[in-house]
């Protein structure tokens, strides 16, 4: 069960770099990223839209940390920035069986939540989750979330589409053998 995970992130190394890349730039200015220009004093209508720099939460967080883990034990992630984590898969309950089979050909319902959240590797604190929401249409929304569930990224987030893309089957990778 080795030969494809190596293939996807032979390809995906560049993708990786992609995602490291997008989040240093949406935390935090640098000299390279300067910080967005100031609006204050501008007329109302060319103000940045409140909206879209607003704080927001990930509705689903606890309910999700309620759900039994697929992965019998954490493991080192190969796709994510594993850092000094470790990860664990979620699905939502009704999916969980043809997600633990997953195979070429396998499709996951709509409404379906598939995460893989961090936890420190030392202290079992948890990190950064990565989401995947199930839409109708059958496309997936991909969100990077805080451990508290504030959402850093959502949406068609290119580097995770682009490197999902690759993975067994509905953009899924699945459970590694041995896990
Ligand atoms: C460089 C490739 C790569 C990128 C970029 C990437 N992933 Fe992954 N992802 C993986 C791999 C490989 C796995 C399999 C488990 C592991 O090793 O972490 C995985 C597992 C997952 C899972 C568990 C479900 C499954 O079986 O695939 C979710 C959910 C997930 N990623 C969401 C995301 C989200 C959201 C993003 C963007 C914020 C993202 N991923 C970016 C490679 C990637």
């Given at each position: ?68 883990p697929v992965t019998?034990?954490p493991f080192?992630s ?9 990860a664990r898969i979620y699905v ?7 997600y633990q ?13 598939v995460a893989e959240l ?12 990565y ?41 899924l990778f699945g459970v590694?053998?041995?896990e």
């Open positions: 069960m080795q030969g494809w995970y190596h293939g996807a992130l032979g390809r995906a190394a560049s993708a990786l770099l992609a995602t490291l890349g997008l989040y240093a730039c949406a935390t935090r200015p640098s000299p390279g990223n300067p910080a967005p220009p100031d609006h204050r004093g501008e007329p109302a209508e060319k103000a940045i839209d409140e909206s879209s720099s607003r704080t927001r939460y990930w509705a689903r967080m606890a309910e999700l940390r309620g759900w039994t019998d034990e080192v190969l796709g994510h920035p594993p850092g000094n984590h470790l939502s309950p009704e999916a969980r069986e043809t089979n997953l195979q070429p050909g396998t499709t996951l319902p709509v409404g379906v939540v961090q936890q420190d590797a030392a202290t079992g604190r948890p990190g950064l989750g989401v995947m929401t199930k839409q109708e249409g059958g496309r997936w929304e991909f969100m990077l979330v805080e451990a508290d569930g504030e959402i850093l990224e959502q949406g068609q987030v290119p580097p995770c589409a682009r490197c999902h893309a690759e993975a067994v089957a509905d953009s590694r053998a041995g």
